[in-house]
């Protein structure tokens, strides 16, 4: 019997559709699912007739395929992923090849790195990006790894990638864990994206009344402009879908509490560790978690009162002046993403390309956009650029819509609606564009009440200086808190 080219387990439906699109590119594929029902209904439907094997063990899958073997795991993320490890690890030889393509912690990878490699077994840690209809018609992948471990499944991986220019949307990354931390900046950069797309929503509907079908016709036009992208492109779609049952449009009778499965929190969380402001990144976090409190926020409604203020003119007067506000905002969530890559590639000793990362994000994925060819370009120009804001391409278009931008943020202040993460990104503007920054005090302060002495502008850096505030100044007691 001939063996097979690759084998996946899990499958949701997530799974089954990177299995029909490497059957579709000419690969044959063994599958295996825990629920025997699902594999059985999956061989019977959408696989009959196709070059996918059934298989009904772990051991059935491994030996249904050539060597070196390639396994490909689609499981949730965490203990599953390790379960299922465990599972294969008796059954292969040194060589073959397991690939995680869940939403895995970068550092669950890293470990399970290690631990493969002592045992002589490859390992990629896979981002997949693009949903249910990207895995099955072109996703982007982003591996990480043994460079040999790539190679082996790289044909298949630039066969089922989706295409821009000619070009698959998926390149080798890096080692160990590289590959799932880009995929968790990529989904940190989403979470900013999809709050700034919400906040700009809520003040054309909110703040002025626009309706779902002039909400429509807005996102719709700037989808055709420097704002084209997936997500502006199914926002405007989704404005226009009513329900079959009652006729409304579903978009209202959606409940105003957004779930999360945790990689935002994620790329914060690292973003803290390694020091980089993820300001626009974070604030969405917080606004899911803050719109999660559904029922304490009806109750604080009613005891809370805000402005009542509402704003001159129509909404179309604003139209261009939110699109400013829009496009720069978004260019911020990127260019805090882009930063904590460069962070994490020195951290970790990644070696990111990030031209290559910005050139696989320009199909497939959730994140893709038409300025991700203008990031590509802006990298390829300058490797080192320290921030996209220093680009010149990203530095005139910020700088030419801040006008816009801050009269966006001053409406929507006068008519109590919160914009976090619109408001976040303008913030970082001003602070990464500031010489001089308050922290002064804020080492005054320490050194005041801690000891923690500070720098001088007068002298080199590098070199620590603590006053004795308490005898200078008054006879307050300093004490040694750490902040």
Same mark, same amino acid.
Request: glycine share 10%.
């Given at each position: 019997?001939?063996?097979?080219?690759?084998?996946?387990?899990?499958?949701?439906?997530?799974?089954?559709?990177?299995?029909?699109?490497? *059957?579709?590119?000419?690969?044959?594929?063994?599958?295996?699912?825990?629920?025997?029902?699902?594999?059985?209904?999956?061989?019977?439907?959408?696989?009959?007739?196709?070059?996918?094997?059934?298989?009904?063990?772990?051991?059935?899958?491994?030996?249904?395929?050539?060597? +070196?073997?390639?396994?490909?795991?689609?499981?949730?993320?965490?203990?599953?992923?390790?379960?299922?490890?465990?599972?294969?690890?008796?059954?292969?030889?040194?060589?073959?090849?397991?690939?995680?393509?869940?939403?895995?912690?970068?550092?669950?990878?890293?470990?399970?790195?290690?631990?493969?490699?002592?045992?002589?077994?490859?390992?990629?840690?896979?981002?997949?990006?693009?949903?249910?209809?990207?895995?099955?018609?072109?996703?982007?992948?982003?591996?990480?790894?043994?460079?040999?471990?790539?190679?082996?499944?790289?044909?298949?991986?630039?066969?089922?990638?989706?295409?821009?220019?000619?070009?698959?949307?998926?390149?080798?990354?890096?080692?160990?864990?590289?590959?799932?931390?880009?995929?968790?900046?990529?989904?940190?950069?989403?979470?900013?994206?999809?709050?700034?797309?919400?906040?700009?929503?809520?003040?054309?509907?909110?703040?002025?009344?626009?309706?779902?079908?002039?909400?429509?016709?807005?996102?719709?036009?700037?989808?055709?402009?420097?704002?084209?992208?997936?997500?502006?492109?199914?926002?405007?779609?989704?404005?226009?879908?009513?329900?079959?049952?009652?006729?409304?449009?579903?978009?209202?009778?959606?409940?105003?509490?957004?779930?999360?499965?945790?990689?935002?929190?994620?790329?914060?969380?690292?973003?803290?560790?390694?020091?980089?402001?993820?300001?626009?990144?974070?604030?969405?976090?917080?606004?899911?978690?803050?719109?999660?409190?559904?029922? *304490?926020?009806?109750?604080?409604?009613?005891?809370?009162?805000?402005?009542?203020?509402?704003?001159?003119?129509?909404?179309?007067?604003?139209?261009?002046?939110?699109?400013?506000?829009?496009?720069?905002?978004?260019?911020?969530?990127?260019?805090?993403?882009?930063?904590?890559?460069?962070?994490?590639?020195?951290?970790?000793?990644?070696?990111?390309?990030?031209?290559?990362?910005?050139?696989?994000?320009?199909?497939?994925?959730?994140?893709?956009?038409?300025?991700?060819?203008?990031?590509?370009?802006?990298?390829?120009?300058? +490797?080192?650029?320290?921030?996209?804001?220093?680009? +010149?391409?990203?530095?005139?278009?910020?700088?030419?819509?801040?006008?816009?931008?801050?009269?966006?943020?001053?409406?929507?202040?006068?008519?109590?609606?919160?914009?976090?993460?619109?408001?976040?990104?303008?913030?970082?503007?001003?602070?990464?564009?500031?010489?001089?920054? +308050?922290?002064?005090?804020?080492?005054?302060?320490?050194?005041?009440?801690?000891?923690?002495?500070?720098?001088?502008?007068?002298?080199?850096?590098?070199?620590?200086?603590?006053?004795?505030?308490?005898?200078?100044?008054?006879?307050?007691?300093?004490?040694?808190?750490?902040?």
């Amino acid at each position: 019997m001939a063996k097979n080219d690759i084998g996946l387990i899990g499958l949701a439906v997530m799974g089954q559709n990177l299995v029909l699109n490497m *059957e579709r590119n000419g690969f044959s594929v063994s599958v295996y699912n825990r629920t025997s029902s699902k594999t059985k209904n999956f061989i019977e439907g959408p696989a009959a007739g196709k070059q996918i094997t059934a298989t009904y063990s772990p051991e059935a899958l491994v030996a249904s395929l050539k060597r +070196p073997r390639k396994i490909m795991i689609m499981v949730k993320a965490g203990w599953p992923v390790d379960a299922v490890i465990q599972e294969l690890v008796p059954l292969l030889e040194p060589g073959d090849l397991i690939i995680d393509g869940g939403n895995s912690f970068f550092m669950d990878t890293e470990r399970r790195s290690k631990e493969l490699e002592e045992k002589g077994l490859l390992f990629l840690g896979t981002g997949v990006s693009g949903g249910e209809e990207g895995a099955l018609w072109g996703p982007s992948l982003m591996p990480g790894g043994q460079k040999e471990a790539y190679e082996l499944v790289r044909p298949i991986f630039e066969a089922i990638a989706a295409k821009v220019d000619g070009e698959p949307c998926v390149t080798y990354l890096g080692p160990r864990g590289a590959g799932h931390y880009v995929k968790m900046v990529h989904n940190g950069i989403e979470y900013g994206d999809i709050q700034l797309i919400a906040e700009t929503y809520d003040i054309l509907h909110r703040g002025y009344g626009m309706t779902n079908d002039e909400l429509h016709e807005v996102f719709a036009r700037w989808n055709k402009g420097p704002l084209e992208s997936y997500l502006i492109e199914i926002a405007a779609d989704i404005f226009k879908h009513k329900d079959e049952e009652t006729g409304q449009y579903i978009i209202d009778l959606i409940l105003d509490a957004a779930g999360q499965k945790g990689t935002g929190k994620w790329t914060s969380q690292n973003a803290l560790d390694l020091g980089i402001p993820t300001t626009t990144i974070t604030e969405a976090v917080f606004a899911r978690a803050l719109s999660a409190h559904k029922e *304490e926020r009806v109750a604080a409604s009613k005891a809370l009162t805000g402005p009542e203020a509402r704003p001159s003119g129509d909404a179309e007067t604003w139209v261009a002046a939110l699109e400013d506000a829009l496009y720069a905002s978004k260019v911020i969530s990127y260019a805090q993403g882009f930063s904590l890559l460069r962070a994490a590639s020195e951290e970790y000793d990644y070696n990111l390309d990030y031209g290559e990362i910005a050139r696989i994000w320009r199909g497939g994925c959730i994140i893709r956009a038409v300025f991700l060819n203008d990031i590509t370009a802006a990298f390829k120009e300058q +490797p080192d650029l320290p921030n996209l804001l220093l680009a +010149p391409f990203f530095r005139d278009a910020v700088v030419s819509r801040q006008e816009n931008w801050r009269n966006v943020l001053k409406q929507a202040i006068t008519m109590g609606i919160p914009t976090p993460a619109m408001s976040a990104s303008l913030a970082y503007f001003d602070g990464y564009r500031s010489e001089r920054l +308050p922290a002064n005090l804020i080492q005054a302060l320490r050194d005041y009440f801690g000891a923690h002495t500070y720098e001088r502008v007068d002298k080199p850096r590098g070199q620590f200086f603590h006053t004795e505030w308490v005898h200078s100044v008054t006879d307050i007691t300093a004490g040694t808190y750490n902040a």
